[in-house]
């Protein structure tokens, strides 16, 4: 065996396990394993998972806080402007530079697999894109990595986007964005998703946009996404983030809405410390959380997945690239505290998000990816509160990640 973890705690189970890696996949699975590896890890009792799964962070966009004027108003309006003014002048070894150096951040941290999103639009033309396929090559050891091709300033409103969009899909990139909520009319909106599943279909490829990222509950695409995928037959084949407007319709419409989004497998992805951030800002008191209906979508039976979705540019000025923080804060935001409901803040960030993108070979099984992370915590809960990186990283049965914290009380 290449490497074996011994004594790990795993999710559900009582007894510890040891879980052997051998060629990249999962080899054996059990109490007290005979065999011997090259390399051993023992866990001690402590917590071990498959890796953390990022399926929604735009990585053109990373670290531009580093470097942009201050976005006054706080709004998403004018996170747009403000990128505009970069997005003119990217190459492609700035966007490498600036994605990996989020990438690393966020492999150290535990995520082995990441959704990234790229703008194309008439602005930047195919630079994001182009940067971000760049990435995913030079990263191909490290993570897993996806380019969404997405349109920032919408298609019908920003004219010759939809011809960059088969573009970007011709070149590699993997997944059809979409931000229909942004255009100008509904009827606009609507042809959005016709465009993107048109896009899709010819790419057999799946589609992943941003939805209703307003407070305004006339924002109605969700319920023509989701109606769409049914009858395209698109089923598990279509993520939807933020959401916000979900949360600001009435009941009977948003269970309508909700009905229709479970019956076409739709995945809803919500990234709370952006919305915490970005929605309500026209509210008076008491101001709204800005998320989606985390708790009723997960109770109808709904796939929901967390992502971090900014790493400090326009929208957002945190962001470490901690899956584990965004559980944290989905916990916080949706109401997730109850024992059970901790463990669902980590599937958002594990098995839900993963089962969004759709990977192969993900889980703690025999046969599966050598992948997984030690953690410095004995349940899932601990790491919650601890907010610790992994003590081990692996992929395909190698450590390519490890961390130690010390720290020390001096009196
Ligand atoms: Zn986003």
Known sequence: MDLIVRNAKVRGERELRDIAID????AAIGPGLADRATQEIDAGGRLVTPPLVNPHVHLDKA????????????????????TWEFKRAYTEADIVKRAGAVI???ARQGALAIRAFADVDSVGGL???RGLLATRERYRNLVRMEVVAFPQEGILRNPGTEALMWEAMALGA??????PWYEMTDADARAHIDIAFAIAKARDADIHMLVDDTDDP???????????????????RVSASHCGA????NEVYAEKVIGLVREAGITIVSNPHISLVLAGRRDREPIRRGITRVRQLLRAGVNVASGQDDVNDPYYPFGRASQLEVALFVAHTAHLTYPDELETAFDMVTVNAARALRLKGYGLAVGNDGDLLVWDA??????????????HVVRGGKVVATTSVQSKLVV
């Open 104 to 106: 690393e951040m966020a």
């Open 23 to 26: 060629g990249g996949k999962i």
């Open 378 to 391: 004995a349940t899932v809960k601990e790491a919650l509160t601890k907010q610790l990186p992994p003590t």
């Open 246 to 249: 979900l949360a600001a319709y």
């Open 63 to 82: 670290l531009l806080g580093e470097v942009m004027r201050p976005n006054v108003s706080q709004t998403l309006e004018e996170a747009i402007a403000i």
């Open 174 to 179: 993997d997944v059809v964005g979409g931000l």
């Open 127 to 129: 630079m994001p894109v």
């Open 218 to 236: 006339n924002s109605r695409s969700l319920e023509y996404l989701a109606v769409k995928t049914l009858r395209e037959g698109y089923a598990r």
